[in-house]
């Protein structure tokens, strides 16, 4: 092996070293073992959230080889992050990465426990562009993947650079095909949020809805190409409670035109809570102006 070689293989060893006690083992009732970071001295721990979908016994387990309790305190699943709490000391975060400098074809290393010892895999940050909203509506601030191998249980571990700091959680719940990374940028402003209010709220119409072409004799009046028909509108819902109909189309909220499900629930976000808006809505032919209060999802 050449010496380059060798230093590359010490260096990486290093840093699974260091970065190591840093990763947990969660275990939530009967689902398999998922990985978690540690994110404050005071016992935080950041995981996936649907490692802990089911808000039963959690157990947590360190790299001195202890398994402690942990108190769930909050979860939100639009972004797949949960915060835990655990009573045990000397538990230290990892550093962050300054992440406008990573880039495409950095190396990078992931970091789990799946089970009683940590696991590492080496890969390169394969994707790094602009945010996005997953299928939930969660926001998260750049899109990241790695093509690093991520095998069962990897996931709530640690993408880190080749210093060792923390680039994002891994999640393998947005895709089956690409290996996501949460950003750290986004879980400082998810478990901030979690610890504070212990949910991350989102508005909520109580309506299903499908995207729809608007008939092109509609469009110059609709002031859009495209809508959000209605499948099914819950009686007690806010929707219902504006006078919206099954097989109405919302073509715009809030001055927002809705092409894509994805627009509806990225425009419910925290901040539209209880505030009024105008909904612009398509029925029989006929382009209305009605006046709704966001709810809040349950």
Request: hydrophobic content about 40%; cysteine-free; aromatic content about 4%.
């Amino acid at each position: 092996m050449s010496t380059d070689l060798q230093s590359l293989s010490q260096s990486l060893a290093s840093i699974v070293e260091r970065v190591a006690p840093s990763i947990v083992r969660v275990e939530a009732r009967r689902r398999r073992g998922a990985s978690g970071i540690v994110w404050s001295t005071e016992g935080h721990i950041l995981t996936t959230s649907h490692a802990v979908e089911h808000e039963g016994h959690i157990q947590v387990g360190l790299s001195d080889g202890r398994t402690v309790s942990a108190e769930l305190i909050g979860r939100d699943p639009s972004t797949d992050l949960a915060l835990l709490k655990v009573d045990a000391s000397n538990l230290t975060p990892i550093p962050a990465a300054p992440l406008d400098d990573v880039k495409v074809g950095h190396l990078a290393v992931t970091i789990a426990r799946p089970g009683r010892t940590a696991r590492a895999t080496l890969g390169m940050v394969s994707t790094h562009g602009e945010g996005w909203r997953t299928h939930a509506g969660g926001k998260v601030d750049r899109y990241l993947e790695t093509d690093a191998d991520l095998p069962p249980g990897f996931s709530g571990g640690a993408l880190v650079d080749t210093q060792g700091r923390i680039i994002g959680l891994l999640t393998a719940a947005f895709s089956r095909t690409a290996a996501v990374v949460i950003p750290n940028d986004t879980l400082t402003r998810v478990a901030s949020t979690l610890k504070e209010h212990g949910g991350v709220r989102r508005g909520y119409l109580g309506v299903g809805a499908y995207p729809v072409r608007i008939p092109q004799h509609l469009v110059e009046r609709a002031g859009t190409e495209a809508g959000l028909v209605f499948l099914s509108v819950d009686p007690d819902g806010p929707a219902h409670k504006a006078g919206m109909l099954l097989g109405d189309v919302l073509v715009s909220l809030g001055g927002q035109s809705l092409h894509r499900v994805e627009d509806l629930l990225g425009y419910l976000g925290d901040e539209k809570v209880g505030t009024t808006v105008q909904a612009r809505v398509l029925r029989a032919g006929e382009l209305r102006e009605v006046p709704i209060t966001i709810g809040k999802r349950a």
